[in-house]
């Protein structure tokens, strides 16, 4: 397999987290693994080993491990986006598609063949449509985007009583928000991003709690609680089961 990411530019640094190729190599089979909570959902193009586009499809937000697969000879090309970018670029709510994904037609993102060609052609040019997409709606509510600023600033490790203070956005909007546009909790999700947090430290062997736990039993509780295992079997991550702690554990 081969992964590697982009960074995303300034101008769209509060709505994408980066943008990603994975290529499954093998002419024999097809790879399977599980992706595990991260706090973000995706934008996935599936292309063929001829570079022609196959399919498009949104991921929800994970709360649970899902297991997938990738085809032989094909690749991904994806976007992960932070959550407010299901209102600045998708302008809907994204709760129905919690824990699952939604398929997109074929034309959804309007940009030539030649974009699919590598992942540099393609940040570039999807990263033009979704610029031009921002330059159509109106001013994006300063509450929502401070709240997602801290929530990442401190990696979840804040109170929603600490939130809801430094917004001035009480505690009950921001739930019915989430609710209403994600499917789950304000709270539900500060334990998506603390245990993400954690991730780096597992695949490096690392596992004892951070601050963001009270203690070890606390730390194993919650990384079960979202990954389905404990953060000893994830640093061992056989057969690269978790893709995403093999990525980290490569750094």
């Known amino acids: ?21 994975y290529d499954n190599l093998d002419n024999l089979k097809d790879i399977e693994y599980t992706i595990i909570p991260d706090g973000y959902f995706d934008l996935i193009c599936e292309i063929d080993d001829s570079n022609q586009l196959l399919n498009i499809f949104l991921t929800g937000i994970w709360t649970q491990p899902v297991k ?22 998708f302008k809907q709510s994204i709760n129905r598609i919690l824990n699952t994904t939604s398929d997109l037609p074929i034309d959804f993102l309007g ?12 940040t570039k040019k999807i990263s033009q449509t979704f610029n031009c997409r921002l330059k159509s709606i109106k001013e994006i509510d300063y509450r929502k985007l401070n709240l997602f600023r801290l929530i990442y600033e401190n990696q979840g490790n804040i109170t929603v009583k600490n939130l809801s203070e430094n917004i ?17 909790s304000l709270k539900t999700y500060l334990n998506i991003i603390k245990c993400r947090a954690s991730y780096s430290e597992i695949a490096n062997g690392q596992l004892s709690p951070t601050k963001n736990y ?27 089961r978790f893709l995403q702690l093999s990525m980290l554990g490569e750094k």
Request: hydrophobic share 30%; proline share 3%; glycine share 6%.
């Open 168 to 184: 001035f956005w009480s505690s009950r909007q921001i739930n019915r928000y989430f609710n209403q546009q994600y499917g789950f």
């Open 68 to 89: 997938t697969r990738i085809k032989r000879k094909t690749k991904l090309l994806g976007v992960r986006f932070k959550l407010i970018a299901s209102e600045c670029i």
């Open 1 to 21: 397999m081969r992964y590697k990411e982009h960074k995303t530019g300034h101008t769209l640094s509060h709505i994408v987290k980066c943008f990603w190729e």
């Open 111 to 122: 940009i030539p063949p030649s974009s699919f060609y590598s992942l540099g052609a393609f």
């Open 214 to 240: 009270f203690d070890q039993a606390h730390f194993i509780k919650e990384i079960k609680k979202y990954t389905g295992t404990t953060p000893k079997e994830l640093y061992h991550n056989k057969n690269d």
